[in-house]
Nanobody, 113 residues
């Protein structure tokens, strides 16, 4: 199983960006996809997740600014990020859980002030 993320980059504070992630190499059912992030010197934290049933979960710091969506038929998940802050700077990891966790390589987001 491979998860490939796209969309990281450098953006100014207040800007927007969308991350995309596609999973391949496996067949999944009733699974959850989402995004974690890890900033230098900090632990990896859940940013947002989306279940197969359509329920979402966000970490408090991104509520109202980030929106997760997905196409489970294509095993694809997106993270629309707006009103970005320097504190959002981190390496963002795509994640899929189906009986076990699968991780993609991170994509770096840097938000300049």
């Amino acid at each position: 199983v491979q998860l490939q993320a796209f969309g990281g980059g450098l953006v100014q504070a207040g800007g927007s960006l969308r991350l995309s992630c596609a999973a391949s190499g496996g067949t999944f059912s009733l699974y959850t996809m989402g995004w974690y992030r890890q900033a230098p010197g900090k632990e990896r934290e859940l940013v947002a997740q989306l279940t197969h049933y359509g329920t979402t979960r966000y970490t408090d710091s991104v509520k109202g600014r980030f929106t997760i969506s997905g196409d489970f038929a294509k095993s694809t998940v997106y993270l629309q990020m707006s009103s970005l802050k320097p504190g959002d700077t981190a390496n963002y990891y795509c994640w899929l859980f189906s009986q076990r966790a699968y991780w993609g390589k991170g994509t770096q987001l840097t938000v300049s002030s």
